[in-house]
């Protein structure tokens, strides 16, 4: 189960302004999701999609479970026809039959009203597309949306989505509205253009329908493959809600991201620079590659940021002609044998010049002493000096000795 983050603490050095030191998050309303919270103030969620066909039930059983095993949090499937819909009930059942209880968000797209309700009864949470959910065959002859017209439709979806929402308003499930970049409703288009303003503005006309119905136990998602149009809706969302008195929790993305290097560059470039913002309640790395590579990049985009302690810290420098060892090739034998450690900051220093100085915040250190020796630290404090080849195995012992080791595995 989640626990609540720690407060905010600051930096009441005298000699110094106080400077927050963690991220201030926007307030957001809690929203369950099975057992995890998204919002309230709660860790920021992780989130992934599986691959499989939601047809094949083993092997949904398989990949859900999968990354729920690595940390995955919340998983979503997609549901394209009815039997799709009537294939969750299985895999929930399987699930905790063969593993555990996992949440589940489902995709519901294209005229979907149907699919929707039968998914409703089976899973945590629906995510729909507002630019699909009632979807409007583009007409190449239209130069413009009346008022009428553009009411007409919005009287249509909101006639549409009501049974779903009091579906999952009188089960006490969730929804997220996942607004796409590159499926606004052609409406949207004609009235806002392909701007983040369309992409808010298309989100705030489902959300006032669901508010209409009293349900609220819903999540924002403002989704592009390009960063500045994603950082822009965002931002744009949060001001737009915060002037409406509206605090939904807002679900982090940059869509097709791609793969390799630049695909976790591109993401950690719009997720990132959001969360340091306080922006973002539940995040999902998109990589066109397997759903399990998503895991790790997520974490490490929280933990970076201060969000989340799943792994040890590593803090190292880049090396320089005072350093006294092989600086890569030492810090991948600590890291080999402390990576499986959780909450620890390790830090690893070239020399004595700036090492103490610019690893004070770490629980250990390696540090360069002399040509052929190395000193270890607790904190602040220099514990021993030992023989480089010593060193990876007396900063184990000295972990081992504080208690706070455990065996890998």
């Known amino acids: 189960m989640q626990t609540l983050p720690t407060p905010t603490t600051t930096n009441t050095a005298s000699t110094t302004p106080a400077f927050e030191t963690t991220i201030k998050r926007r307030k957001t309303r809690p929203v369950r999701v099975g057992d995890v919270t998204i919002g309230g103030g709660y860790p920021v969620v992780v989130q992934s999609m599986i691959n499989e066909d939601t047809l094949d039930i083993d092997g949904s059983v398989a990949a859900i479970r999968r990354l729920h095993e690595i940390g995955c949090e919340i998983v979503r499937v997609t549901v394209p026809s009815m039997a799709h819909a009537r294939a969750l009930s299985e895999i929930k059942q399987k699930l905790k039959q063969t593993y555990q209880d996992v949440p589940i968000v489902a995709d519901v797209h294209h005229n979907g009203m149907k699919i929707a309700l039968e998914v409703a009864k089976h899973i945590e949470k629906v995510r729909i597309n507002p630019g699909l959910y009632v979807f409007e065959k583009p007409d190449s002859n239209r130069t413009e949306y009346t008022k009428a017209e553009f009411d007409e439709i919005g009287d249509k979806i909101a006639d549409t989505l009501k049974p779903l929402v009091i579906s999952l308003r009188d089960q006490g499930k969730a929804m997220r509205i996942g607004v796409n970049h590159g499926s606004l409703a052609e409406r949207m288009l004609f009235t806002y253009g392909d701007t983040p303003e369309g992409m808010v503005e298309s989100a705030l006309e489902f959300i ?18 390009r960063v500045p149009v994603m950082l822009a809706a ?11 008195g509206m605090d939904y929790p807002l679900h982090l993305g940059v869509t ?22 306080g922006i973002g309640d539940t995040i999902r790395v998109s990589l066109t590659e397997s759903p399990e590579k998503e895991i790790p990049v997520c974490y490490s985009i929280l933990q970076a940021l201060g969000l989340r302690k799943t792994m040890v810290e590593y803090v190292a420098c880049p090396s320089c002609g005072r350093t006294l060892f092989n600086l890569e090739e030492v810090l991948h034998k600590v890291r080999e044998a402390t990576n499986h450690l959780t909450g620890l900051d390790i830090a690893v220093m070239g020399c004595i010049v700036n090492g103490p100085g610019e690893m004070a915040d770490a629980d250990y250190g390696y540090v360069g002493k ?18 480089e080849d010593k060193g990876v195995e007396e900063l184990i012992n000295l972990i081992k000795a504080d208690g706070l080791w455990v065996e890998p595995g």
């Open 256 to 277: 097709e991201a791609g793969d390799g290097e630049y695909g976790r560059i591109k993401s950690t470039a719009g997720i990132a620079t959001l969360l340091a913002d």
């Open 208 to 225: 006032r329908i669901c508010e209409s119905l009293d349900f609220h136990n819903i999540v924002i998602s403002l989704k592009a493959s």
């Open 370 to 387: 002399t040509p052929g020796f190395i000193s270890l630290y607790r904190g602040r404090e220099e514990i021993k000096k030992v023989p």
């Open 234 to 244: 965002y931002r744009l969302m949060a001001q737009r809600m915060d002037a409406e």
